[in-house]
């Protein structure tokens, strides 16, 4: 309301300026083609000594089709599924000091598929901050939603490296992250302030850094598919502090994260008998020190230095839950006993409910460690990077905010609505979801129209028109004061929402998954793995790109979960080998073209000795090409292949059991993209695309009164085309 | 003066401290005579076990009225009070008989079974909606503890004998001629200050007199 009010003082400049900000409006987005940013930095700090309203955004227009075919699909089932829209965000920023920035950003879709049903289609409000650099560039600050990063073992987003991901990939993979807010940065997704001082240079110590930031986390799998905004009793808190320091180009920092389940939000209603309320709590306390030479040694061709960090967690959960007891009173009374008043001790019992707090579980002291060596530099026009790192981290150790990937994956994209010939089938394709491929690369936002059918509440039959739970707030059902509104609705694979350590365990088939990282599915956090890490990157005056990985890590505790009778965690040593290779291309800039003609490729293979001997195989291939004027064309190819020698699994249960209702044993899916983009102007395109999406899964199964091996696919067309204008 | 304060308080806690005495009495030896026994002062006052009893029926009887709702009930009651329960005259004679339930004696069976009107008070043993009715009086739960508690907080003061009088004692006056003040004071006084306590413990001899014990 604040920030309403100073908007309204500067109304009359924003008024002025607007004809002439729009003019000038390019925002430095993440993703400015390199040679626009330059220019569009200094227009920008020309913006910036601007008071006013700016508005500036994206719209696109497309349609898009997916069919899909496979010998599963029943008779009657759709096969196509259609999408036409129209989507405009907006991004309005406003300047009431030349040091503080209100970003506003709205989006507006229309789905012309649904264009009739519609009598209210609302605006969007997905993102609402405040920013600034304050006290002569000191400090910063971030209020509403933000983006904030500390270290890899504290606060970090581990991301989804794909060598060489050609362009028309990596740009469906943003446009997919941008849905849900969430960009391909380490930095993690948060609402709430945070508040950074820079000391920038103070005798010997080149700066001193100081951060504070406190937040709100959401933390709930059923906000994945579900309006975007709003408040929860899974609502918890965090609070992020560090200090950090600078000097002949070493830095020694401290950072602490600490979260918890905060019991009154948690308690928002009444627990009855059958409840268990969990609250769950995890710090982590970390130092990180690192060496560039750059700063001492400027005279030699290349640098080295040293990043590490060595951090400790605590974590902690305690539950509230209801036991009927008897209560046993005593009182004197009287009664006439065969004509014979009688004072007795009446003793009454009654049923009692009592209410009981107990420490569930608890990990104390768990530790990690990591450091990275590097060397760099540049020697006659090839820039490289070599690294080499050792990583261990105990079985103990956990940190939320660091592990939780915003890539969860196991959705369905296209062809959602189709139905399958028998519940062998439904529960494969629900339990696996579509490709990963699928999952990494597309997503749908849809506009639907409320009714009591689709409002969702808590009852037993899952919407509105289900009974109510018993200790549901009447609010629930004023959910339907949104009735024939139009709501916005995902598709998407990725979340900004993060794991307790009890859901992580729960959901097992997320780190099965390797298009999430095999050896380290929670980043550098990841708990129970020592072992080694190393990587190159070399670059030829941006000709020739060589990308090397290879990791060999072992976890001590593979049969996760699993406990001896003594409760004792049983010793089974997994041995990780992972490696990849990349190399890229460009034909043009070799033969001295003015267009870009780059071709890419990479390859990668990750396995595991133990546990369900797994192994993943990953081919990327593609071609960016720059073919006459403003005309290019893209295409890709990838392709996954994933074993699994002792069985899949089906849910969070023991995985090496054969009797397991369905065991996934090999996976193989593959996606070939390809296109022409036509630019219209500076960052709009015309874009036609059309893709072939397989997969195949074959499953060992002994479910609904069926046993045998049968290999389940599905193979789709896409075809995508759309304009997309900057503004 | 704050300061002052503070040690004038802290003195006076160290005086109430040091003349208050850490020895906790011993709450039975001082309740209970030495040689008391839950189940023999139960022996001469059966009435506080058919207390309990129907106590426990009330309770069960309070717990189907709620699952019933009043009308059912009632209908479900006055039915089986009237044929089942009052024609079944096995189970009447055992409950009647018993000197815990019924608290009546094989000798006047036979005089009170004679009037239904009798019988008919025999309506509050009924466990209603169950023909198991003996068997689940026999199978209330016996708290010795209510049993005990009466004796401190009702029987001790008013006088009540607490087991069966020895060979010896049997000599001894009796309660009405040895405490004629206070069984007079006890049956007079109608106000709770009124209340004289009765300082004296007491056996039953085996005609049923109960005789002042001397420590």
Redesign the interface.
């Known amino acids: 309301m604040m920030f309403n009010k100073k908007i309204s003082a500067f109304g009359l400049s924003s008024a002025i300026l607007l004809s002439a900000a729009t003019a000038f409006a390019a925002e430095n987005n993440a993703e400015v083609v390199t040679q626009q940013k330059s220019l569009l930095e200094k227009l920008d700090s020309l913006n910036a000594a601007v008071l006013g309203l700016k508005i500036n955004g994206t719209a696109k227009a497309g349609g898009l089709t997916s069919i899909a075919s496979s010998d599963q699909f029943s008779s009657e089932s759709p096969t196509q599924e259609n999408q036409a829209f129209t989507d405009v965000n907006l991004r309005l920023t406003a300047r009431p000091s030349s040091e503080t920035m209100i970003d506003v950003q709205l989006r507006l879709h229309k789905d012309w598929q649904s264009a009739y049903d519609e009598n209210n289609n609302p605006v969007i409000g997905h993102w609402f901050s405040y920013d600034g650099t304050i006290l002569n560039k000191h400090v910063d600050f971030n209020l509403g939603y933000m983006r904030v990063g500390y270290t890899p073992l504290t606060i970090y987003t581990p991301q989804t490296e794909i060598l060489q991901e050609p362009e028309i990939f990596a740009e469906k993979r943003r446009e997919a992250l941008e849905k849900r807010n969430l960009d391909t940065t380490s930095r993690r997704l948060l609402h709430g302030l945070n508040v950074a001082y820079q000391s920038g240079s103070v005798g010997v110590v080149d700066n001193i850094t100081a951060q504070l930031t406190g937040a709100r986390l959401r933390n709930t799998s059923k906000k994945i598919d579900q309006l975007f905004f709003d408040f929860d009793f899974s609502d918890r808190y965090l609070l992020g502090a560090r200090v950090g320091a600078d000097a002949y180009g070493a830095h020694l920092g401290v950072n602490y994260v600490g979260l918890l389940d905060r019991k009154m939000t948690r308690r928002s209603k009444i627990i009855t008998d059958a409840d268990t309320v969990y609250y769950d709590k995890n710090s982590v306390l970390s130092v990180d020190a690192s060496f560039d030479s750059k700063k001492v040694l400027p005279q030699l061709p290349v640098t080295f230095g040293v990043n590490g960090e060595f951090a400790m967690s605590n974590w902690a959960v305690d539950r509230d839950y209801v036991i009927q007891e008897k209560q046993t009173s005593?009182t004197?009374?009287q009664?006439t006993?065969?004509g014979?008043e009688?004072?007795?001790?009446?003793?009454?019992?009654k049923d009692a409910d009592r209410e009981v707090n107990e420490d569930y579980r608890k990990q104390d002291n768990g530790k990690s460690f990591y450091a990275d060596l590097f060397v760099k530099g540049n020697i006659s026009d090839v820039d490289f990077k070599v690294q080499a790192g050792y990583l261990q981290t105990d079985s103990n150790f956990w940190s939320e905010l660091a592990s939780s990937p915003v890539y969860q994956g196991r959705t369905t994209i296209f062809n959602a609505n189709a139905l399958y010939t028998s519940s062998l089938e439904e529960s494969v394709f629900s339990v696996f979801g579509a490709s990963s491929l699928e999952n990494l690369y597309f997503n749908v936002y849809n506009s639907t129209t409320l009714h009591a059918g689709n409002l969702m509440s808590t009852g037993t039959n899952g919407n509105a028109l289900g009974n109510k739970g018993a200790g549901d707030s009447p609010n629930m059902l004023a959910r339907l004061d949104n009735n024939y509104k139009n709501g916005h609705f995902y598709r998407n694979a990725y979340s900004g929402t993060t794991m307790k350590k009890l859901e992580v365990e729960q959901d097992k088939l997320r780190d099965i998954d390797p298009s999430v990282s095999l050896a380290l599915p929670f980043g550098l956090a990841t708990p129970d793995r020592k072992g080694v890490t190393a990587k190159v990157d070399v670059n030829w005056a941006d000709k020739v790109f060589f990308n090397a990985r290879y990791n060999m890590l072992t976890q001590t505790y593979a049969k996760t979960g699993e406990a001896t009778a003594s409760a004792l965690p049983l010793i089974e040593e997994n041995k990780f080998t992972e490696m990849a290779v990349g190399l890229g291309v460009d034909i043009g800039a070799i033969a001295g073209l003015d267009n870009k003609i780059l071709l890419q490729g990479s390859f990668s293979r990750a396995t595991e000795s133990a546990y369900l001997e797994r192994q993943a195989t990953h081919i990327v291939a593609g071609l960016t090409a720059d073919v006459w004027g403003p005309i290019s064309v893209l295409a890709g190819f990838q392709q996954y292949n994933k074993q699994f020698g002792k069985g899949g699994a089906r849910s969070g249960l023991a995985f090496e059991d054969p009797t397991q209702t369905i065991n996934l044993t090999d996976a193989t899916e593959s996606l070939i993209l390809g296109g022409v983009r036509v630019k219209i102007a500076p960052m709009s395109y015309i874009s036609l695309q059309y893709g072939i999406l397989n997969n195949e899964l074959s499953c060992f199964y002994n479910a609904f009164e069926a046993l045998g091996n049968n290999t389940f696919s599905v193979s789709k067309n896409v075809l995508l085309a759309d304009v997309t204008v900057n503004f | 003066m704050k300061k002052l304060h503070q040690y004038a308080m802290i003195l006076l806690a160290g005086v109430l401290g040091a003349c208050s005495s850490m020895s906790v009495d011993d709450l039975y030896s001082d309740s209970f005579p030495a040689d008391f026994n839950a189940q023999e002062y139960l022996n001469l006052?059966p009435?506080?076990r058919?207390?309990?009893v129907?106590?426990a029926v009330d309770?069960y009887n309070e717990n189907v009225k709620k699952s019933l709702g009043i009308t059912a009930y009632n209908a479900a009651k006055n039915k089986e009070d009237s044929t089942e329960f009052l024609s079944n005259t096995a189970t009447l004679r055992a409950i009647y008989v018993d000197p815990f339930i019924g608290?009546?004696s094989e000798a006047g069976w036979a005089e009170f079974s004679a009037d239904v009107t009798n019988l008919k008070k025999l309506y509050i043993y009924n466990f209603v909606g169950t023909s198991e009715d003996l068997a689940m009086l026999q199978a209330v739960p016996m708290?010795y503890?209510?049993?005990s508690?009466?004796y401190v907080?009702?029987g001790r003061t008013?006088g009540w004998a607490y087991r069966a009088c020895s060979v010896a004692e049997n000599a001894n006056p009796t309660r009405a001629a040895y405490a004629m003040t206070i069984v007079d004071a006890q049956s007079v006084g109608k106000k709770a200050e009124d209340f004289v306590p009765d300082p004296y413990t007491y056996c039953r001899d085996a005609t049923g007199v109960d005789r002042v014990i001397f420590q």
């Open positions: 005593y004197v009374a009664r006993i065969n014979k009688v004072i007795y001790v009446s003793s009454l019992q | 006052h009435e506080l058919i207390a309990q129907l106590d309770a608290g009546g708290d503890l209510a049993i508690e009466q907080m009702y008013h």
